[in-house]
């Protein structure tokens, strides 16, 4: 596959800051040419490749509460004004105690001038941007989503 290898890992967090065992978390992405697998996206010019899903799902360790994937870094796709988005991924939690699914977004950390021009990401107070940024040590991205409290993930409602 083409494209930046990574591996992602996170854990969830409830308002208490105790980790949360039993979260499922989803991710929908663009390939490294920033193109979605869905009908939806037409554009020729973004390859398509062979293998390439777009999308991948993980449950929380019960003993740690720890997630991970392991992906291909996405590649920028357009925004609803024609610019260009940052790379990310689009996120959905479901946790015990939650009747709605949690929407959110991840973006890299050593992508930050294509951040700072990121329509969504834009639109998040600055104050609260760091909680939909993950940074990379060791190899790794590391994204904790946080569902109450203190340094709470910014979701969105759709």
Known sequence: MAGEHIRIEGQVFDGDGRFVE??????????AAGRYRHRADQRLEAA?????VGFGQAETDFDT?????????????PDPEGEWQAPHLNVV???RG?????????YFGD????????????M???ARRATLVAAKAGGKYRFDIRLQGED???FFDF
């Open 22 to 31: 039993d979260a499922l978390i989803e991710i929908w992405q663009a390939n």
């Open 48 to 52: 398509l490749e062979k293998g390439f």
């Open 65 to 77: 509460g720890l997630f991970w994937f392991e992906t291909i870094k996405p590649g920028r796709v």
């Open 93 to 95: 939690v479901q946790a």
């Open 98 to 106: 939650t009747l709605q699914p949690y929407f959110t977004r991840m």
């Open 111 to 122: 992508e930050e001038a294509a951040n700072q021009h990121d329509l969504i990401l834009q």
């Open 124 to 126: 998040v107070p600055a």
């Open 152 to 154: 709470e993930t910014v």
